[in-house]
């Protein structure tokens, strides 16, 4: 828990800074949160949106967070066709953190207590018709999913006899390490009755019920690494590729409404379809020794698998970058807030769906994640 201290103790000395500059002519905070504050509620109809009365908000977050990468190679192997599919699904890990903002500036950080071995990072900043926001998760994985088919091959009892498949969690020496980014912008064509704000970072409050078209970008970078001398069997059945980078650009156009069904209460929806116009993939191949190592006899003596795990080799083949086709992807929120005197609660969830295609090889990554929040504003 260092980290949340040390935010703790920054978000203090922060206001602290405020209150003493404040008091003097040329106190640059205090003029920066004036701007802030008038930039909040600028162009809208206070009689739907209105700033609350104490700029900061404090949050504590509770979040649940489950991610899906799915890759899919074809090969041969002694002349036999086959298809191995990894499948990096994650049982749903559970994160807590800590949020401070200005009127919708702000950062957070969360630590994992549950599940995967991971942390979060997010960075918001939102206004009355736009908002960026950043969210990196970085995780580890030693139990894929991994499901092999080798044509008229009965691989011992595991292989079903209709089409001779395995399909069981591959024990890694090595995990899978993910590195995301995703980071996304909006506009709102009705930013003067609704906000986006309102619902995600509390920093207005919906007093009406209104929707709005929007108009949103969103920026997604991962990287899956298994590239290990262990993992080389894996390597091998994903034809040489032992880690893969991935770059999209989005833009696309959807709708956002909030329903205030009483005073203090917001309900929040939004859907935007997608449009992935910058699709680049790059793969890091590399060979193995696995064939070689699996067909040695010492590979099946008592102590075989021990060996044959110390004597896999893998050695760097080059890399190589392409760009993939246009595709569809989308991306959807919903938002649950109630705001009570100084206090305010919130549970949000959202999905995202991103695909690459190169070669032989193909594969998606589903991200879900859950967040529940108990926030003051001071």
């Known amino acids: 828990m260092r980290q949340l201290r040390f935010i703790t103790l920054a978000i203090t000395v922060l206001l602290q800074t405020t209150n003493t500059i404040a008091g003097t002519p040329l106190g640059l905070l205090k003029k920066v949160g004036t701007f802030i504050d008038s930039a909040a509620v600028r162009g809208v109809d206070r009689r739907y949106i209105d700033a609350p009365e104490k700029p900061w908000q404090i949050i504590v977050k509770g979040n649940v967070n489950q991610s899906d990468v799915k890759m899919k190679a074809q090969g041969d192997i002694l002349g036999l066709n086959y298809s191995a599919e990894p499948r990096l699904k994650i049982e749903p890990a559970t994160y807590v953190g800590l949020w401070a903002g200005y009127r919708g500036y702000g950062f957070g950080y969360s630590i994992n207590v549950s599940g995967d071995k991971g942390s979060y990072f997010t960075i918001g900043a939102t206004g009355g018709s736009y908002g960026v926001n950043i969210r990196i998760h970085n995780f580890k994985n030693s139990e894929p999913d991994f499901k092999l088919n080798i044509d008229d091959v009965d691989i011992d009892s595991e292989v079903s006899d209709d089409n001779k498949a395995a399909d069981d969690k591959a024990q890694l020496m090595s995990p899978i390490k993910v590195h995301t980014v995703i980071a996304d912008g909006y506009y709102l064509f009705n930013g003067k009755h609704f906000s ?62 909030n329903w205030v069904p009483f005073k203090g209460m917001l309900v929040n929806a939004m859907v935007m379809p997608m449009v992935t116009f910058i699709n680049k993939i790059r793969i890091y191949k590399y060979t193995t020794n696995t064939l070689e190592i699996a067909l040695d006899p010492r590979a099946r003596e008592e102590d075989g698998e021990e060996w044959y795990y110390e004597n896999l080799r893998i050695e760097e083949a080059g890399k190589q970058t392409t760009n993939s086709n246009i595709s569809i992807n989308f991306d959807a929120r919903l938002s649950l807030t109630y705001n009570f005197g100084r206090y305010f609660i919130n549970a949000y969830g959202q999905f995202c769906n991103f695909r690459y295609h190169h070669d032989d090889s193909h594969g998606y990554m589903n991200d879900w994640y859950v967040n529940a929040a108990l926030g003051i504003r001071l």
Do not use: P
């Open 196 to 257: 986006y704000a309102a619902a995600y970072d509390q920093s207005v409050i919906q007093k009406r019920s209104a929707g709005s078209l929007m108009a949103g970008a969103m920026y997604y970078y991962s990287s899956v690494d298994y590239a290990d001398n262990t993992n080389a069997d894996l390597i091998y059945f994903m034809k040489g590729i032992g880690e893969i980078k991935l770059w999209q650009g989005s833009v696309g156009i959807g709708y956002a409404y």
